[in-house]
Every structure is written in C-alpha cells, then in structure tokens.
Nanobody, 121 residues
Framework: QVQLVESGGGLVQAGGSLRLSCAAS????????MGWHRQAPGKQRELVAT???????NYADSVKGRFIISRTNANNTVYLQMNSLKPEDTAVYYC???????????????WGQGTQVTVSS
C-alpha cells in the first residue's frame, strides 16, 4: 500500500558530503513523522534523525551539527544532508515514515529498502 524508495547513497571520502532522498508513494492520505535510521555491520539499527509534519527535528548526538533532515510535504519526500562525513558513519541508511493511508485512515509504519553509505578514511 505504501512504498518508500531511497536514493543518494554511495562512496565518499572522510570530510565529504552526501544527500539522501526518500520518496513515499501509494495509498497515502498524509504522513506524520519521517526519519532516517542506520545500521552498521554487526551493530543494531539506530536512529539518525526525525522530522515531524510541522518541521520539528530531532538528531542523534553523533550527527548533530553535521547532518540536516528536511522534507517536502507536497511530494512526500524526506532528505538527509550529510556533511563532514566520518568513517563511523558507514552504514545502510533506512528511511522510515508514519503513514496515514486512505483505507480507514489507518497508520502504517513504513520502511524503505535501505541505501549503502560508505565513508573511506
């Protein structure tokens, strides 16, 4: 009913920047919070940043001051601008959204398939 498609991952040198995008599509009535999580090899998935429909943001301490989350409600897209990247930022990044679908206005916790970000030292 809902699909989230991420793009923008890749390989970058330490200190560089990448911008991730995630577009939601399907039977969407509205989207509440959207966010990014990441999972490094051998580690648990962790929250990176979230943004409410009103634009209130929240960041993990490890990315504060370096990453910026934003969204465009008109096209159901969330972005993650990643600056001053470090090797420890290497992970698969997943998009997440709390979607209110058209069917009975149910809320679905939706996830993207993930995009790899690799930061070389």
């Amino acid at each position: 009913q809902v699909q989230l498609v991420e793009s923008g991952g890749g390989l970058v040198q330490a200190g560089g920047s990448l911008r991730l995008s995630c577009a939601a599509s399907g039977s969407i009535f509205s989207i509440r919070a959207m966010g990014w999580h990441r999972q490094a090899p051998g580690k648990q998935r962790e929250l990176v940043a979230t943004i409410t429909s009103g634009g209130i943001t929240n960041y993990a301490d490890s990315v504060k001051g370096r990453f910026i989350i934003s969204r465009t409600n008109a096209n159901n897209t969330v972005y993650l601008q990643m600056n001053s990247l470090k090797p420890e930022d290497t992970a698969v990044y997943y998009c997440n959204a709390d979607v209110v679908i058209t069917f009975r206005r149910r809320i679905i916790d939706s996830w993207g398939q993930g995009t790899q970000v690799t930061v070389s030292s």
